[in-house]
């Protein structure tokens, strides 16, 4: 069964950090570009970064360029987000998803379900 | 990078056919053919319904179906059943190399 599952999401201060996972099964991770994608309370999907599959392109909404990081490690199947300098309003459910074809954009054809990020004192 | 516009809410009876739009702008959607559209229901991962602007991915309803036209992308529910109550957002490939999504449309099923 194809899957993607998050992990990593807890509460944190602001200005914390924070290191999301997503363990990918059952495709050949390396193969695919991926993105994460989060929602706060009460809001729409966000955008937030996009890696291809090789990590040779990595782009960044600017709501979070140089405080987010994204990476990935094909041979562990998994890919990463570094939060750091965090504030309130990171506060969402953080999705990852992979990429359907080799392009940023082109769809997300599988996501996972979720990790929360609390961004509190 | 603003998010693309769709109206809050759309409704409509079972059966019938009712149509979401997304408006862009020519750094998005009006250039580019890399629009999709997603279902999701509350505490759900959201579900790629099309790409690609007419695309059907495997296994997804051929109730469901994608146009564009200049800078504004539609997606059409034909058939309305349900289970199609969810929210639905656009999203679209950006001359910043960026995926914008749309503000989300809540459709409701009388």
């Not at chain 1, 996972?21 to 009460?42: E, I, K, L």
């Not at chain 2, 998010?3 to 009876?13: F, N, R």
């Not at chain 2, 750094?27 to 279902?39: A, E, F, L, P, T």
């Not at chain 2, 602007?53 to 200049?70: E, I």
Request: hydrophobic fraction near 30%; glycine fraction near 10%.
């Amino acid at each position: 069964e194809v899957q993607l599952v998050e992990s990593g999401g807890g509460l944190v201060q602001p200005g914390g950090s924070l290191r999301l996972s997503c363990a990918a099964s059952g495709f050949t991770f390396s193969r695919y570009s991926m993105n994460w994608v989060r929602q706060a309370p009460g809001k729409g999907l966000e955008w937030i970064s996009y890696t291809s599959s090789s990590s040779t392109a990595t782009y960044y909404a600017d709501s979070v360029k140089g405080r987010l990081t994204i990476s990935r490690d094909n041979a562990k199947d998994s890919l990463y987000l570094q939060m750091n300098s965090l504030r309130a309003e990171d506060t969402a459910v953080y999705y990852c998803a992979r990429e359907g074809g080799d392009r940023a954009g082109y769809g997300m054809d599988v996501w996972g379900q979720g990790t929360t990020v609390t961004v509190s004192s | 990078q603003s998010a693309l516009t769709q109206p809050a809410s759309v409704s409509g009876s079972p059966g019938q056919s009712i149509t979401v739009s997304c408006t862009g702008t020519n750094s998005d959607i009006g250039i580019y053919k890399y629009v999709s559209w997603y279902q999701h229901h509350p505490d759900k991962a959201p579900k790629l319904l099309i790409y690609e602007v007419n695309n059907r991915p495997s296994g997804v309803s051929n109730r469901f179906s994608g146009s564009k036209s200049g800078n504004t992308a539609s997606l059409t529910i034909s058939g309305l059943q349900a289970d199609d109550e969810a929210d639905y957002y656009c999203s679209s490939y950006t001359s910043s190399h960026t995926v914008a999504f749309g503000t989300g449309t809540k459709v409701t099923v009388l």
